[in-house]
């Protein structure tokens, strides 16, 4: 049994800006205008996209300035850090490396690409199917240059794919 007011007053929903349908729907319920939440939306998205941009630059440092003798979350030293940014960015890069070799380099891609499209676009297309296919893509390739025979200057034991 079910309590139903005469008072228009308790019969609609708390907090419905456009509430209409009175909490018959499992529509959410807006707080904000529609012209407020999508000046909101697309500025995270501006944000987002300046995020992957930042993230793919600083992966890419790090790989740039990669260097052997730095010490890493598998080897400590003594030694100063060669790479640019620092401890973090040696460890970063050494992970990448080991993990899915030159192919970590080609993996920040499409974050730059993506990072472009919410920042021009503010949205990713189909973005699910994206990120799948990075994914497979990213293993795929590291699979590739494991397949490339090792050269003596390479001193990463995992080869040119990696461990993975």
């Known amino acids: 049994m079910s309590f139903q007011s005469r008072d228009p007053a308790f019969s609609q929903a708390p907090f419905a800006a456009h509430g209409t349908n009175h909490g018959t729907s499992h529509e959410p319920v807006r707080l904000l205008p529609d012209q407020i939440e999508e000046s909101l939306r697309g500025a995270f998205n501006r944000l987002a996209g300046v995020a992957l941009i930042?993230?793919?630059?600083?992966?890419?440092?790090?790989?740039?300035?990669?260097?052997i003798d730095d010490p890493t979350l598998a080897r400590a030293g003594a030694m100063p850090?060669?790479?640019?940014?620092?401890?973090?960015g040696a460890a970063l890069s050494?992970?990448?490396?080991?993990?899915?070799?030159?192919?970590?380099?080609?993996?920040?891609?499409?974050?730059?690409?993506w990072g472009?499209?919410?920042?021009?676009?503010?949205?990713v297309a189909r973005w699910r199917v994206k990120l799948s296919l990075w994914l497979v893509g990213v293993f795929s390739l590291s699979g590739a240059f494991a397949a490339v025979p090792l050269v003596q200057a390479w001193r990463i034991p995992h080869g040119f794919g990696g461990l993975f």
């Not at 472009?116 to 949205?123: C, D, I």
């Open 54 to 67: 930042v993230l793919a630059v600083t992966g890419w440092i790090s790989l740039l300035t990669w260097s």
């Open 81 to 88: 850090t060669a790479n640019m940014l620092g401890t973090t």
């Open 94 to 113: 050494d992970i990448l490396l080991r993990g899915f070799g030159l192919a970590s380099a080609f993996a920040m891609l499409p974050l730059v690409l």
């Open 116 to 123: 472009v499209s919410l920042l021009a676009r503010q949205r």
